[in-house]
């Protein structure tokens, strides 16, 4: 039996083809791994972005609720001074009924007396 031996210039060819190959995976391999590092480093900047407008959202809002808490208790005050001057009121209406009455009643002789005088 004969061993059958490969050509030489397959076997480089061969070689070379492998060299080719492997160079190409290694370019493209590095290529990948170039644009994942930047995408990668683009999106922990906007995650950083996201997250310091976040910061500030959260600032303005607390802003607001001690705003609206503020408002809230003047509110609440206004209320209690508006029950005080309605009850202020009707003592007062109390009083002008009252008064007319008591008017009326006491000085009724002369106001017809007047009405007599005015009217005549």
């Known amino acids: 039996m ?4 490969t050509p030489h210039y397959i076997i480089e060819l061969k070689t070379d083809l492998l060299k080719h190959i492997d160079k190409k995976i290694e370019d493209e391999v590095n290529k990948l791994a170039t644009t994942t590092a930047n995408q990668y480093g683009a999106m922990y900047t906007k ?3 996201t997250t310091e ?3 500030g ?3 303005r809002f607390e802003g607001m609720d ?3 808490d503020r408002l809230e208790s003047t509110m609440s005050e206004m209320k209690e001074s508006m029950g005080k001057i309605e009850a202020h ?8 009924t009252n008064i007319e009455q008591i008017l009326l009643q006491d000085h009724k002789i002369r106001i017809v007396d007047l009405e007599k005088k005015v009217f005549a």
């Not at 004969?2 to 031996?5: C, G, L, M």
């Not at 009121?89 to 002008?96: F, P």
């Open 53 to 55: 407008r976040l910061d």
């Open 47 to 49: 995650l950083n972005e």
């Open 2 to 5: 004969t061993e059958e031996k």
């Open 89 to 96: 009121i009707g003592r007062y209406e109390v009083r002008a």
């Open 57 to 59: 959202m959260d600032g």
């Open 66 to 68: 001690s705003r609206f």
